[in-house]
């Protein structure tokens, strides 16, 4: 086992590693920006670096500077958590070039998996079902024309290194294709530097449905079941849920035995997520993730399995020790993303937080790195508190995430809560009854 661990990572995720490598009796190392020089991980940690100014392309994105933090400190593996550099191939190699491991999936893994093109061509040489689109990148509007009229509109166009909804485009009509393309490549080379796109058909009522899995170095895959992401604004999930309202037992059983089956084959290791788009019964592979999820803790609540520290372990070369009937699922638990944000518009919201008072009591948990006096910086991800509830049943789960919400007090900056409340109350929401385009409509109503 590891001896000391340097977090690439900063807030609650960094806080989250902290706790499984402490529990394994691990040390810890933290990193740091100068923005980030009284927050909570850095408080908590066993050793701390400053490995820049606030930006994040000179800190947490910063390699060279981590990787001579390690070095300092004496780190012998290094978790990236997510977000950042956590999907950097480039990253993953150095890490392992310089004598550490890397607590995640191999380099190779993560560079195909990045690649969307190249994700689903690998899967779909895996017998796992995609949405019908094109082969491959489409290199000029000729062929993306041929493609919409050959899988019908409404089609969508989306980035080969996209995420985050960067590089996506939608076109309803051929009218609309021109510059649905045209924009979805420039936003491409943009934000990645890649401007290759490619098309899907774009599904009306789609349910954004992921599976969690976990493969060790030796040929044993399992997976911890499904989890609902439909509810997103602007492609970003608000609110997630384990397990889903709209599917079946023995439909998690058949999507869980066909994509452990395509990663045993592929050799995957250590964690990672498969993304589905799901409508009229059918499941539609769209991408993986190679890394932790924001929403890991709704597995972990009705799976009763601590995810960051089964990553370690497998690091380590530990294998499994336990097979796909050993897992069960318990109950039902929802996570809200708080984020420093003004509920209505969205913007953005740092500042100071004067109070902070966290719920609790039975089937409650809260990860978050805010402390009364913390200052929420303007330079990262405005994500600040994850809230998350396991109850019996999806009803219980609802009521007691209801109760919570009216617990949770943030004072000194504006947060999602009242959102989360307004959510939780909606008799859509309540029935299950929604799909990835719900949030948004209901946003603007």
């Not at 807030?11 to 020089?37: K, M, P």
């Not at 996506?168 to 649905?180: F, I, R």
């Not at 058949?254 to 964690?271: S, V």
Request: hydrophobic share 45%; proline share 5%.
């Amino acid at each position: 086992m590891f001896q000391k661990i340097l977090i690439a990572n900063r807030g609650e995720i960094a806080l989250r590693i902290q706790r499984a490598c402490r529990e394994l009796g691990i040390g810890t190392v933290a990193v740091h920006s100068t923005a980030d020089a009284e927050a909570m991980h850095v408080r908590l940690a066993d050793e701390s670096v400053c490995i820049g100014p606030p930006a994040a392309k000179d800190s947490y994105l910063n390699i060279p500077a981590i990787l001579s933090a390690a070095a300092i400190t004496g780190a012998d593996a290094i978790h990236p958590g997510y977000g950042f550099l956590s999907e950097n191939a480039g990253f993953a190699e150095m890490v392992e070039a310089h004598g550490l491991t890397f607590i995640g999936p191999s380099a190779s893994h993560i560079r195909m998996m990045g690649d969307k093109i190249a994700a689903k061509s690998a899967m779909a040489s895996l017998g796992v079902p995609l949405v019908p689109g094109s082969d491959g990148a489409l290199p000029d509007l000729e062929t993306a024309r041929a493609v919409a009229d050959k899988i019908m509109y409404p089609v969508l166009i989306k980035a080969a290194a996209g995420g985050g909804g960067r590089g996506m485009k939608v076109a309803q009509a051929p009218s609309e294709l021109e510059d649905a393309f045209r924009v979805a490549r420039t936003e491409a080379r943009t934000a990645f530097g890649n401007d290759a796109v490619y098309m899907e058909k774009y599904l009306d009522r789609p349910r954004h449905i992921e599976l969690q899995v976990f493969a060790d170095s030796h040929g044993n895959v399992v997976h911890f079941g499904e989890r609902d992401c439909s509810l997103q604004r602007r492609h970003q999930k608000l609110l997630e849920e384990a397990g889903s309202p709209a599917i079946s037992a023995a439909q998690r059983d058949a999507l869980g035995a066909t994509a452990t089956a395509a990663l045993a084959k592929l050799g995957y290791r250590n964690a990672g997520t498969l993304e589905f788009l799901y409508q009229d019964g059918q499941f539609a592979f769209i991408e993986m993730n190679t890394r932790l999820q924001v929403e890991h803790p709704v597995t972990e609540m009705v799976c009763n399995v601590d995810l960051v520290r089964e990553q370690i372990r497998i690091a380590a070369g530990a294998a499994l020790g336990y097979g796909q009937e050993d897992i069960s699922f318990h109950g039902h638990a929802i996570e809200c993303r708080i984020t420093a944000e003004d509920p209505h518009t969205f913007m953005p919201t740092p500042g100071r937080v004067t109070a902070f008072h966290a719920p609790g009591g039975l089937g409650v948990r809260v990860d978050s790195a805010l402390y009364a006096g913390y200052f929420v910086p303007p330079f990262y991800d405005s994500m600040v508190a994850k809230l998350i509830v396991h109850a019996p049943t999806r009803l219980d789960a609802i009521n007691r995430l209801r109760r919570a919400l009216d617990e949770f007090a943030v004072l000194g900056i504006q947060t999602t809560i009242p959102l989360h409340r307004r959510i939780v109350d909606d008799r859509s929401f309540q029935e299950g009854d929604y799909t990835i385009h719900w949030l948004e409509r209901f946003v603007a109503g």
